[in-house]
C-alpha cells in the first residue's frame, strides 16, 4: 500500500489513542509513521485507515511521563487535538515531530524555489 504512493515506513508499531467519545477509552492502533504522515490502522475490521497528514498537522506538545507511559498530543491545523500514548522507551513523539518539521522544512524549500522560478 505504501509503495504505490511512493512512501516510505520510517516507523511501524502501535500507539494507543485516546477516543473523542464521553468515556475518552484508549484504543490501540496499528501505526505507520511515513515521511509525508501518520496512518492510524484498527486492529480490527472494518478497516477503516486515518492519515494525519504533516500539511494539516500545526505540532505535537503536551508531553508528559507518567508511570510506564509517554503521553503526547497532535494538534491539527484546524485545532482539533489528539491524544496519544505510547511505552516511554518507544520515542514515537519524537520521531513524528522529527518527521513534521522535515516534512515543512522540504515545503519551505519547494516554495522558495517556485518563487525563484517565477
Known amino acids: ?5 511512493g512512501c516510505k515506513a520510517v516507523k511501524e508499531g502501535v500507539l ?8 475518552q477509552l484508549w484504543k490501540k492502533k496499528c501505526c505507520i509513521l511515513t515521511e509525508e504522515g501518520l ?11 486515518k492519515e ?3 500539511s ?10 507518567k508511570g510506564k507511559y509517554m503521553y503526547f498530543t497532535v ?3 484546524e485545532g482539533k487535538e489528539i491524544d496519544f500514548r505510547c511505552p ?3 520515542g514515537w513523539n519524537a520521531e ?11 515545503q519551505a524549500i519547494l516554495a522558495v524555489k517556485s518563487t525563484r522560478q517565477k
Open 39 to 49: 496512518l492510524l490502522i484498527p486492529p480490527k475490521p472494518p478497516v477503516k485507515l
Open 52 to 54: 494525519l497528514h504533516f
Open 56 to 65: 494539516n498537522m500545526k505540532t505535537v506538545d503536551c508531553v508528559e511521563r
Open 16 to 23: 494507543e489513542k485516546r477516543s473523542d467519545g464521553l468515556l
Open 96 to 106: 513524528i515531530t522529527l518527521q513534521m518539521v522535515q516534512y515543512k522544512n522540504r
Open 75 to 77: 494538534v491539527m491545523a
Open 1 to 5: 500500500m505504501l509503495e504505490s504512493s
Open 88 to 90: 516511554q522507551d518507544q
